[in-house]
């Protein structure tokens, strides 16, 4: 028998650790203890050395969803003779010096099984109360001011627990022990639902803002981590109303549906994707739409997919209960970042919502809604932040300034990396506030004071500018090189390998766009070994609003721009002849826009990516049939030019081919390139690794087949799961490339 204590370091409370390590400590049938202290879990188990080790392993292996253990420290283990088949969960422990580098700030977390039983059951004494919350679930990330977390240091310091609330609180065996948001009717927050003039309107603001709903009016609802609007899902008036007020005419708005019964209704769900949006995070899942749903296709047009998520407060349990779907989409101005403060969205959505349903809670940090695809996070936020990302290695400490659409920093703590949720594009001004806002909060709640910073390439990014002003030792790292960085940190690769990096924009060593890539490096250093062959974009950024444009060059280029019947034809290809305003650009993202076009998609776009979103949606997945595949070799870089693709595509629309099938043969024309490409720069390096990133990955087809040619020819193929492929993953790279240079003494 062996009596062993250890530390577990990490984000290890307020998510339900402590009854699950009850739970494995008796399923082993080992004896001892666990309890919280103010910086760690501490846990003693008496057992056999076997058990123990066996309980070690699932406990890094099987632990709580939106657990993070950074650490496990043995901290002593001797022999023992008495039997001890007892495990209980001891009562907490404030340790005065706890220090900061070991406290870790759980996320926020949806309602949990048995305060949704509490929620609906008329005989408790929260029985449809909109904030009922335990030890198991809550808001956390977004109330905390400062660490230790504590009901003091959050903003639940305004409410005074009653009686009932506070012995709970007081009570180790009962769920709210130290469940710091705990409240009821009688002492917690309350709703208050509000006219566009802020003025109160009378009776049970929940019922009232069903009955709103219910008559097609907008709403402004403040959840967790900011407001959402939201109508009722199955109004079409409600919805156009919504897009005329919110000036967004085609990007797609999340939905929340009650249950995963209703969600199946208008949607395609494996059983992992039921697993993924009924976990604790509870984000928006992207689900193949189908084809008998009844929503209205307006609330995503020409789109396959639809986001959808689960409650995750009791309010909003409350407020779908009584509609097959409600359309909850972000509470903002076009591009300006999630509104939390119930002023300013009195202020700022006067003109978009009738109504607001509002409540006294404050919300300190805001956050968006997570989004994820087919198991991989492409948007990093509530539920997710702020978990840490681990990794083996210790690293310096480090600021990550990221990149500048879908934006995000990342600080560096021991062997974690903090990645900030998602903020938006920093090109707006409230964004880049909300920017610097986060930062200095990461760094005072997290207690890090960066010694390094780490920016794009890209000289006119905000984010640039803003590390140029730090006055640290700063490093300006090629953007594809830091999305292929992230990937590989996140997959655990140290050794060099092959990046397949797609996406629209990145400012390239060349001072050219780059895009559509492929490198060859590690964290330290790489080398671009092939391209998608460049194309001048006419106009520049108008060019990326205006995909016909790009068409217009790309036939330009094979002599066949009279194909192109537009107004500003002549005036564009005048820009082009004279190679006026048209930088030029590898992006694989702008042959996707080009291609849709042609296939009269999308001429103009009304929200980024959406011709590549609509192509990907029309394409007919079944169809093998491919454009001709042409790399040539420039000065031992392999150019996947797309004359030939452009050619036989041009035959298909003449002969009547079906948009949908060539939408697929591009797909497999761009796949098998790429992976042709590969294969001639694995035969010249010897490197059988690929990691795949990019925001083009968010293309479900061409990550899966790209995935599926190369693992053919027998390479190991990784991609992202927990950091983005898009932009908002680029500060994690950006990390790990700052630290290997360091190590090197290179910076
Ligand atoms: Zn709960
Ligand atoms: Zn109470």
């Known amino acids: 028998m062996k009596r062993t204590r250890i530390k577990v370091y990490g984000v290890v409370q307020g998510v339900g650790f402590r009854p699950f390590v009850l739970k494995l400590a008796r399923s082993l049938c080992l ?59 001891l009562k907490s422990e404030k340790v005065e ?63 005074k627990m009653c009686e009932k609330c506070r012995s709970e609180y007081e009570n180790p065996s009962d769920r709210r022990f130290h469940a710091q948001p705990n409240a009821c009717p009688v002492c917690g927050p309350k709703l208050t639902l509000l006219d566009r003039r802020g003025g109160i309107i009378s009776g049970d603001p929940l019922e009232n803002a069903v009955k709103l709903l219910k008559e097609g009016k907008i709403l402004a609802v403040k959840g967790l981590g900011g407001f959402h609007l939201a109508a ?65 296709e307006s609330i995503a047009p020409n789109n396959k997919y639809l986001g959808f998520m689960l409650p995750y407060t009791p309010l909003h349990y409350l407020l779908t209960e009584s509609f097959e779907a409600l359309i909850m989409t972000s509470g903002n101005l076009s591009d300006e970042p999630i509104i939390y403060e119930n002023e300013v969205a009195l202020e700022k959505l006067k003109n978009i919502a009738d109504f607001f349903l509002v409540h006294d809670r404050d919300i300190y940090t805001p956050c968006d809604d997570s989004i994820v695809i087919n198991g991989s996070v492409v948007r990093r936020a509530r539920g997710y932040t702020p978990l840490p990302l681990v990794g083996k290695e210790n690293l310096p400490s480090i ?6 659409e879908k934006s995000s920093f990342a600080l560096s703590r021991k062997n974690t990396i903090i990645l900030s949720q998602y903020i938006g594009d920093l090109k707006d001004i409230e964004a880049f506030d909300r920017y610097r806002l986060l930062i200095e909060r990461f760094k005072d709640l997290f207690g890090i004071e960066p010694r390094y910073a780490v920016c794009d390439l890209h000289p006119t990014y905000l984010s640039t ?8 030792p700063l490093l300006k790292v090629q953007h594809h090189h830091a999305h292929m960085a992230s990937c590989m940190w996140e997959n655990n690769l140290n050794e060099k390998v092959i990046g397949v990096i797609l996406d629209g924009t990145g400012y390239g060593t060349d001072g050219t766009i780059w895009g559509g890539e492929i490198l060859v490096g590690d964290y330290s250093e790489f080398e671009r070994k092939g391209y998608i062959k460049p194309i001048p974009l006419p106009g520049g950024d108008k060019a990326i609003r205006e995909p016909w444009r790009i068409a217009l060059s790309y036939l330009y280029e094979i002599g066949k721009e009279d194909l192109i019947k537009e107004e500003k034809s002549k005036e564009v290809l005048k820009l082009l002849k004279l190679r006026i305003n048209s930088p030029l650009s590898s992006g694989c993202g702008r042959l996707f826009d080009a291609v849709s076009a042609f296939l009269g998609l999308r001429r103009e776009i009304s929200y ?44 298909d629309v003449k002969k009547k081919t079906p948009v949908e099938i060539c939408a697929m043969r591009f797909h497999n024309y761009l796949t098998e390139s790429l992976s042709e490409a590969v294969k001639i720069i694995s035969a010249r390096t010897g490197i059988k690794k690929v ?43 950006q990390i790990v490339i700052c630290a290997s240079k360091i190590k090197k003494g290179e910076i």
């Not at 590549?612 to 150019?639: F, H, Q, S």
């Not at 990550?703 to 983005?724: D, I, M, S």
């Open 399 to 404: 600021l990550a300034c990221g990149a500048e």
């Open 691 to 733: 990691v795949l990133s990019g925001g083009v990955f968010q293309n479900q087809i061409v990550l899966r087949r790209l995935r599926e040619t190369l693992t053919k020819a027998g390479f190991k193929v990784y991609y992202h799961k927990e950091v983005p492929t898009n932009d908002q993953g680029i500060a994690v790279g």
């Open 97 to 159: 010096t706890a220090r900061k580098e070991n406290l870790w700030i759980p996320p926020d977390v949806g309602t949990c099984d048995d305060c949704l039983r509490e929620l609906f059951d008329p005989k408790d004494r929260r029985y449809r109360y909109p904030f009922i919350n335990c030890t198991n679930c809550g808001p956390r990330f977004t109330i905390i001011i400062s660490l230790p977390y504590d009901r003091e240091k959050t903003t639940m310091r305004s409410f």
């Open 465 to 472: 500018r803003y590390a140029e002003g730090l006055n640290l």
């Open 31 to 89: 004896g001892g203890w666990v309890k919280n202290t103010s910086e760690c879990v501490e846990i003693e188990l008496i057992g056999s050395e076997e058990r123990i080790k066996s309980f070690l392993q699932k406990l890094r292996s099987s632990h709580p969803p939106l657990a993070r253990i950074v650490k496990i420290e043995i901290v002593s283990k001797r022999d023992c003779d008495e039997q001890e088949n007892d495990f209980k969960i």
């Open 232 to 296: 009722d899902a199955l109004n079409s008036k409600a919805i156009e109303e919504l897009r005329r007020r919110k000036n967004r005419p085609h990007k797609p708005f999340a939905l929340m549906a009650f249950d995963l019964n209703r969600i199946s209704k208008f949607v395609v769900l494996s059983e992992e994707e039921k697993e993924k949006i009924s976990s604790p995070i509870r984000p928006i899942a992207i689900l193949k739409k189908r084809k008998d749903s009844l929503l209205p």
């Open 608 to 651: 980024e990516a959406q011709a590549a979103i609509e192509l990907e949606g029309i394409a007919y997945e079944d169809e093998k049939e491919t454009y001709p595949l042409d790399l040539k070799d420039r000065n031992g870089k392999v150019v996947i030019d797309w004359k030939s693709m452009w050619i036989k595509l041009i035959e």
